[in-house]
């Protein structure tokens, strides 16, 4: 894993979509079609813009998989991930397809084992270019909390928000309250992301200061779900001043 600090969010953000945009422009180049993996939430708002008013991307041979989704969450939800993806990112360019999850389910039946087999077969038939996320106050990657699953080869799994996430998703002013807070989610699993060609990991704020200290320094652990970012070989982070503030090198 590499890691780059800029100064602030802003210049952070701008650097992660570059160099993002410069993966997906490689692979259109070299196949003729690129897939990626796009996150949501507040660390990832300017990089999805700036990765959005990229003119030189042709969108039509992009296909796109959305990383989470809370559970029993409708799409008019202010905190939808589905809803922040179509305003913000994916209504503003001709994806060829972007696979959302549903967190209320295949046809509003709630089933959440079968939307997790339909996004998995979808995702396996493809191999992921680029994969853009972020990491959590308590260190998650996608919303894979501590101690995450390392093992399993499933590609989309749901999961249980610790206290900590779901403190996190109301600080940030998702959520009026803490108990609106879903405490389940449909995950994108560890392995999978681990599956991406180049993963670009962005991180902002002295909030994440002590997340990202444990997973660039720290051991590669499960209590620390991106450590394992450690272990993949085309991987960087990237970090604003406050969020790099704890790493002693």
Request: with cysteine; proline share 5%; net charge negative.
């Amino acid at each position: 894993m590499k890691v780059l600090v800029r100064s602030n969010k802003t210049e952070m953000s701008r650097q992660a979509a570059a160099d993002g945009a410069l993966l997906i422009r490689d692979a259109l180049a070299k196949q003729g079609h690129a897939t990626i993996i796009v996150a949501t939430g507040a660390s990832q708002l300017e990089v999805l813009s700036a990765l959005a008013a990229d003119p030189d991307i042709d969108w039509s041979k992009v296909t796109g998989f959305h990383l989470d989704e809370y559970i029993g969450m409708s799409d008019t939800h202010p905190a939808s991930f589905r809803k922040y993806l179509k305003e913000r990112f994916v209504g503003k360019v001709p994806f060829k397809a972007f696979h959302y999850v549903d967190g209320e389910g295949l046809d509003g039946k709630g089933d959440m084992q079968a939307e997790c087999a339909r996004l998995s077969e979808l995702i396996t038939a493809q191999t992921v270019d680029v994969a853009f996320v972020g990491i959590g106050e308590n260190g998650h990657l996608a919303f894979n909390d501590p101690p995450a699953d390392f093992e399993t080869e499933v590609p989309f799994i749901v999961v249980d928000l610790d206290q900590a996430c779901r403190e996190q998703q109301h600080g940030e002013g998702w959520f009026p309250t803490l108990d609106e807070v879903p405490r389940q989610a449909i995950s994108l699993s560890i392995r999978q992301i681990m599956k991406s060609k180049r993963i670009v990991c962005s991180v902002p704020g002295e909030q994440k200061a002590k997340a990202a200290q444990g997973a660039i320094e720290g051991p590669v652990t499960n209590e620390v779900p991106a450590s394992i970012l450690q272990q993949h070989e085309q991987a960087t982070m990237y970090l604003d001043e406050p969020a790099a503030s704890l790493l002693k090198k």
